[in-house]
């Protein structure tokens, strides 16, 4: 069965602090994807990663993959209030490249405070 | 903006009704998605759809079908809705590299 775990599940943290969100995933798929979503609305796409080694950042944020590890990260720098939102990491159902529809993580709550 | 609509945005029913949700894209795009969303689950798979007439399983399939007899349109059924099918329902599609672009998404709510 395949698994996707993220850590922290919550997060509080102060405007200006560096931090990380973890994701593990028990499948072999080299695409690994990020999404934002707050309180009552759709999910937004943030990133996706299609190799081995893939670094992206967009503003504050920066996603990374390392598929041997099988593990991706979130990292957030110098926080802003805008931030707070609850992110979720995503991989392929299905190895092998198709579009088979995505699994996700359980999400990690981020509440960033003044 | 995907171009991603769903219908009805938010339904109350009762328990052993059918339910019929919408998902309609403006882009005409091959592969779309129902996904549902509950607490501390994360979003799980449902059904999705490679083409017209063209659909299979995820997750979570039991107690719901859908069907695709349009390329814009993507219908997802409750057969006969129970207490554990309320949640919020995700529609997506995927334009490449199974990046998925969600609608707005649906409440049910089934007593």
């Known amino acids: 069965e395949l698994k996707v775990e993220q850590n922290p599940l919550f997060l509080s943290m102060q405007e200006g602090k560096n931090y990380t969100i973890y994701c593990n995933y028990s499948t072999t798929s080299d695409r690994l994807y990020w999404y934002r979503q707050d309180p009552g609305k759709s999910l937004e796409s943030l990133f996706v990663l299609l190799s081995n080694g893939a670094v992206k950042q967009e503003g504050r944020l920066m996603a990374s993959l390392d598929t041997k590890a099988r593990l991706s990260t979130l990292h957030i720098t110098a926080a802003v209030h805008d931030l707070s939102a609850t992110y979720f990491c995503a991989v392929d159902t299905l190895s092998g490249g198709g579009a088979d529809g995505l699994t996700f993580g359980k999400g990690t709550h981020l509440i960033i405070q003044p | 903006d995907a171009g991603i609509t769903q219908s009805p945005r938010h339904k109350v029913t009762e328990t052993g009704t059918p339910v019929t949700l919408r998902c309609h894209q403006t882009e005409n795009h091959r592969y779309m998605y129902w996904y549902r969303q509950d607490p501390g689950h994360g979003l799980r798979l449902i059904h999705y759809?490679?083409?017209?007439?063209?659909?299979d399983k995820g997750e979570v399939s039991d107690g719901y079908s859908v069907s695709r007899s349009k390329t814009e349109d993507f219908l997802l059924t409750l057969e006969s809705a129970t207490s554990s099918q309320t949640s919020v329902y995700f529609c997506?599609?995927?334009?490449?590299?199974?990046?998925?672009?969600f609608g707005p998404g649906t409440r049910l709510t089934v007593l």
């Open positions: 759809s490679y083409g017209v007439k063209d659909t």
């Open positions: 997506a599609i995927s334009p490449r590299d199974n990046e998925q672009f």
